[in-house]
């Protein structure tokens, strides 16, 4: 079913259409009802994209059953499924309450509770920088030691230096918990 007025069906009460509950960032109701493609598997909490006016906006799934469309109202499809962005039920259950409790929707209360990076799926990169302990005379075996001179004295990105000296980040961990590095 693809934006047609489901309305104008007769439901057989055992074909009723998956109706997803999802609520976007703009004033006003708490969610909007689409219809969810059969291609797609929805579950609550799911970021998704849907059309909303002339724009195509994202939003998180509230809510996920097969029931009757709204009367009147001419459903949309979800467009996609955003991989990898997803609300667990308990935050869903907080972000309720928030927004109860601030009397704001709960699309708005989403776009302030979720992290922009997380809601745009941007992939965060950390670096973690590694660097020698000057006047370290602990003990270390002697891989350990072989790595320690070869860190140099401003220090050096931690994945860089595992993969060009074939070690891990474990065996790091372990020069830091010894006082060799910082």
């Not at 259950?93 to 209360?109: K, Q, V």
């Amino acid at each position: 079913m693809n934006n047609r007025d489901v309305n104008s069906v007769e439901w057989d009460p055992e074909a009723l259409p998956l109706l997803a509950e999802v609520a976007v960032d703009c004033p006003g109701r708490d969610a909007y009802h689409y219809l969810v493609p059969d291609a797609l598997t929805v579950t609550a909490g799911d970021c998704v994209e849907v059309p909303f006016g002339r724009q195509t906006l994202r939003g998180f799934v509230i809510a996920v059953a097969r029931s009757a469309p709204p009367d009147g109202i001419t459903l949309k499809s979800i467009a996609r499924v955003i991989p990898g962005v997803r609300v667990p039920p308990h935050l869903l259950r907080l972000i309720h309450w928030g927004a109860r409790y601030y009397r704001c929707s709960l699309g708005e209360f989403l776009a302030g509770a979720i992290p922009a990076a997380v809601r745009e799926n941007r992939q965060i990169k950390t670096q973690t920088t590694i660097v020698p302990v000057a006047g370290f005379d602990g003990k270390l075996t002697a891989r350990q030691t072989v790595l320690l001179a070869a860190l140099p004295t401003a220090g050096a990105d931690l994945g860089d230096f595992c993969r060009a000296n074939g070690t891990s980040r474990s065996v790091i961990e372990r020069m830091a918990a010894a006082g060799a590095l910082t």
